[in-house]
């Protein structure tokens, strides 16, 4: 079975994959699981196992409809000027929010919850009800949310769009939670190398973005 097959079934149960967005990009390996399975034990293991910001996805046109913005967007409007990224994309960052049934929002049970309410959201957007997002969540909070570009990797090409490229080839609904993997020896990204390493020993399919852009 190939990588991207193991990686759909993967996420087909809810299990995680681990995605490497390309060498000519920020060249790094994300951990991600589908938002409806998401446990605190999930959250754990991005956090011990990953060491990034552990972030969850929505499709842009779900975003559109809950008004939820592009971050660079509103820092441009109060007179802030985005920087521009060195590996040359749009940032994905949205809005960082806390379920407003969690209690500091950071713990790893929250941040579960927080996590998949989100996926609860998008599931009621989907189906056409109304909703005021506010009514849910605090903001600001400790889940950052990556807005999907619109046209998903016909427009850009990071884990935000892959992993929801790569959910959508399951089947599964396309919000997923997401965390960089980081390398405590070198202070750097994990190299491809030792996520492939990292993949073997836990048995979490490795699959690279340009399989998923071609399959796309």
């Known amino acids: 079975m190939s990588e ?31 938002v409806t399975n998401v446990g605190f034990e999930d959250i754990v293991f991005m956090r011990k196992s990953g060491g990034g910001l552990i972030c969850v996805t929505l499709p842009y046109e779900v975003a559109e409809k809950l008004d939820l913005p592009f971050m660079a967007d509103v820092l441009q409007e109060t ?14 960052f949205s809005l960082w929010v806390n379920h407003k049934e969690t209690f500091t929002g950071i713990t790893d049970k929250d941040r579960a919850l927080t996590a998949r309410k989100l996926g609860g ?16 969540f ?30 959508e080839m399951a089947g599964i609904l396309p919000t997923m939670v997401v965390c960089e993997m980081l390398d405590d020896e070198t202070g ?23 399989k998923i852009i071609k399959k796309y």
Do not use: C, W
Request: charged share 35%; no cysteine; proline share 4%.
């Open 4 to 34: 991207l097959k193991k990686a759909i079934e993967n996420l087909k149960k809810g299990k995680k994959v681990l995605i490497f967005d390309s060498g000519e990009r920020e060249g790094e390996t994300d951990i991600v699981i589908p």
């Open 79 to 92: 007179g802030f000027n985005e920087s521009e990224i060195p590996y040359g994309a749009d940032s994905s």
């Open 121 to 136: 959201i998008h599931r009621k957007v989907v189906r056409g009800k109304e909703i005021e997002f506010d009514n849910y």
């Open 138 to 167: 605090r903001i600001p909070g400790h889940v950052p949310i990556l807005k999907g570009a619109e046209g998903l990797l016909n427009n850009r090409k990071g884990h935000t769009e892959l992993s929801m490229a790569l959910a």
């Open 188 to 210: 750097e990204s994990l190299s491809q190398d030792k996520a492939k390493v990292f993949s073997k020993e836990k048995d979490i399919p490795f699959i690279e973005g340009k």
